[in-house]
């Protein structure tokens, strides 16, 4: 479990509309905008991790 040292403040730009989808989805998952907003950057993290460390299917493709 990451501890408040452990943590960074990171500021983001996103169109109001954006903002409107993040703060539905907090409420839903009873959750803050920030945590929110930090578990959906750690997902797509993961999933780009996952995207780069798999095999390229096009390699060699003309």
């Not at 907003?37 to 780009?48: Q, S």
Request: proline share 2%.
């Amino acid at each position: 479990m990451a501890t408040a040292s452990d943590k960074v403040t990171v500021s983001v730009i996103v169109t109001k509309e954006v903002h409107d989808k993040l703060k539905r989805l907090a409420n839903s998952k009873r959750w803050s905008v920030s945590q929110t907003g930090a578990v959906l950057i750690e997902e797509g993290l993961d999933r780009a991790d996952q995207e780069n460390s798999a095999p390229n299917q096009h390699q060699g493709a003309a």
